[in-house]
């Protein structure tokens, strides 16, 4: 099996959290304890089933909680919100408090007499199912040190078996990044499934707009903050996201219609293929055999994301909810439910309610959201009028840990109109720098608008201050002393938030502006890259060539692909890089070379001459044409300002 198995898989998520200075946290105002005090009196706190269900079933856990990678660095830590304890403090929403509380049990769990569960090893849930002759692997998680972490502790308290099957859920890579520990762990021919569409997905979904999304992703998961009251309180459907090593077991079959049924080591598993929901490429499935269901990431223990903070496609809330009411359907009768993040949940009529409540949740949000927008209202104004009705407001799973009706409905409203609100002076908005200027210098200057702040600040309107602040920053007239003011208000903000996405945006924003941008890249692309096709990756070179350093300048450049048996000529004229297959008439010259060696000279500054000095590359034609194209390209930058100019 080790020839099948793609190393180096990576995502924006791939760092440790490092602790910014000692001076970085606030204390909660007096305008956010009264805050999360009255969110408390509206919570229905009796309600404990959640603390029942996420704990049935516990054996055991790590004796070590730290998961290290083979150089001993900590990639995981499966105590990460073990300090959630008791009632919360007045730095955390209470409700969010609770959910860590909930979320932060970890360790192995005997769900049904075939089926386990490792939770809290990593963001998502990996699942063992015991097949007649060894395990069947669901969703091996992130990273390959956490999944291997999973497999020694079922090892050790249930049995050690090779891997007779995997599934993948979907094509995001907290749910395939782990698979290369079970690579010498698979049997001969071991079937490792996936929905329809899975390999490009989970292979080329984000790369091209791979740098601004890993920057971005750094602040929706918290990436640089510790953990903690003043800090990160995960991130909703996880504590985190593991560091660590990534790759790809690519799939043997992918299900490409509802209702397929495969016998995988001896289990009979019935699949629903729901293409557009949580991910481009994923599916539903069940084990009829033992009336259990299995709802990927479709169902949760919070309400998710249309679209997330982080930036990406949009997702079909529509379609979202079309799908859980066929799941209703489809996995009717199941005693028991299990999903790839959060606990299970068990009983025929609990499910049955738990799925169908949570499929209204999107489908109000999408019809709501549409029927507000026909009768004139923007995406902003939705967001600021739309809340769950009351019936589903009270159901923990349909709370906003992750996702969000505020950001929700603005998703929805993009999905269907676009940015544009139809008023026409935002036809051509000013840039941020310049709009701040203006308005800085028609209020009456940077003091006045600072002076303004921070009466806001002092009254907790804290939404105002951020605004007035962020206009000061844009126009280049702060000072250390207004930056501080924003990031204060930017706390006291993520303190109030009920949304563990937006507590770690708020607090990420506040730590850049108290101790500035990284110096790290934490999107480790390069090794995203080396996965791509090549026809994935000239379209990466496609978005990262400069006009200005092209000039009048026109290319046509061949390149030839043993390795890959793959041909491809390249062609560049008026700013735009165009790819075919094939070698086409009119090339300057043709590059032939390994992959590999194409990858390393373009993004890791290994210089081709030695390996055409060896034979082991040859160019034919102009020997410059391959660096006047490496010369044209842009740089991207990955810890490009967020919350400054």
Not at 180 to 203: D, K, M, W
Not at 449 to 466: C, E, M, N, R, S
């Amino acid at each position: 099996m080790p020839t099948r198995f793609l190393g180096g898989l990576v995502t924006a998520c791939a760092a440790i959290a490092l602790s910014p200075s000692a001076a970085w946290a606030d204390t909660a105002s007096a305008a956010t304890r009264k805050a999360n005090a009255a969110a408390l009196t509206e919570l229905p706190m009796a309600d404990r089933q959640d603390f029942d269900f996420a704990s049935r079933g516990f054996i055991a856990t790590r004796k070590d909680p730290l998961i290290r990678d083979a150089a001993g660095k900590s990639v995981w830590d499966t105590t990460a919100l073990a300090f959630a304890k008791g009632d919360a403090p007045a730095t955390v929403n209470p409700s969010l408090w609770r959910h860590a509380q909930v979320l932060g049990k970890a360790g192995l769990f005997k769900v049904t007499e075939r089926i386990w569960q490792v939770r809290g090893f990593d963001v998502a849930n990996i699942t063992f199912v015991r097949g007649n002759t060894g395990w069947i692997v669901i969703d091996p998680l992130t990273a390959t040190e956490t999944a291997a972490a999973a497999y020694e502790l079922i090892s050790e308290k249930v049995a050690k078996l090779p891997v007779s099957a995997m599934i993948y859920t979907h094509s995001h890579v907290d749910h395939f990044g782990g698979a290369g520990a079970f690579s010498a762990l698979l049997v001969e021919n071991a079937p490792i499934i996936a929905p329809q569409g899975f390999t490009r997905a989970a292979v080329s979904e984000n790369v091209i707009a791979g740098p601004a999304m890993g920057r971005r992703a750094g602040y929706q998961f918290g990436i640089r903050l510790p953990k903690g009251p003043e800090g990160s309180m995960g991130s909703g459907i996880g504590m985190g996201v593991a560091a660590g090593t990534r790759g790809l077991l690519p799939p043997t079959r992918e299900i490409t219609e509802t209702g397929t049924e495969l016998t995988l080591d001896g289990v009979r598993i019935r699949f629903q293929v729901t293409p557009g929901t949580e991910a481009p490429a994923e599916m539903n499935f069940g084990f009829p055999d033992w009336k259990v269901a299995d709802l990927a990431e479709n169902a949760n223990a919070t309400q998710h994301n249309i679209l997330t903070p982080r930036g990406a496609v949009i997702r079909d809330a529509k379609a979202w909810a079309q799908g859980l009411t066929e799941a209703i359907d489809f996995f009717a009768g199941a005693d028991v439910l299990i999903t790839s993040h959060g606990w299970p949940r068990f009983g025929a009529d609990e499910i049955t309610t738990y799925l169908s409540r949570h499929r209204d949740a999107y489908a109000y949000l999408h019809d709501q959201t549409v029927r507000l927008m026909n009768k004139g209202l923007t995406g902003p104004e939705i967001a600021a009028k739309l809340t769950l009705p009351p019936a589903l407001a009270r159901q923990w799973y349909d709370r906003p840990y992750y996702g969000s009706y505020s950001f929700n409905s603005r998703a929805v409203y993009q999905f269907y109109m676009g940015w544009y609100d139809g008023n026409p002076v935002h036809l051509a908005p000013l840039p941020p720098e310049d709009s701040g200027r203006r308005y800085v210098e028609a209020i009456g200057g940077a003091a006045k608008v600072t002076a303004l702040a921070q009466a806001a600040f002092d009254k907790g309107d804290y939404a105002w201050a951020a605004e007035l602040l962020d206009k000061v920053i844009f126009a280049g007239a702060s000072d250390d002393s207004t930056k501080a003011l924003l990031a204060r208000t930017y706390r006291q903000l993520a303190y109030q938030s009920e949304n563990a996405l937006w507590r770690n945006m708020y607090l990420t924003g506040a730590d850049e502006l108290a101790n500035g941008v990284a110096a790290e890249d934490p999107t480790g692309g390069a090794g995203l890259i080396s996965q791509l096709p090549p026809s994935d990756l000239f379209d990466v070179l496609a978005v990262r060539i400069d006009p200005a350093k092209i000039g009048d300048g026109a290319i046509s450049l061949g390149f030839v692909f043993p390795d890959k048996a793959q041909q491809h000529t390249i062609t560049v004229a008026n700013g735009v890089l165009v790819h075919r297959p094939g070698l086409r008439d009119g090339r300057q010259a043709t590059l032939t070379v390994r992959y590999a060696d194409l990858l390393a000279a373009l993004f890791t500054g290994k210089p081709l001459a030695a390996k055409i000095a060896s034979g082991e590359a040859t160019i034919e034609g102009d020997p410059a044409a391959f660096a006047r194209l490496t010369g044209w390209l842009d740089k991207p930058d990955p810890t490009f300002a967020i919350v400054t100019p």
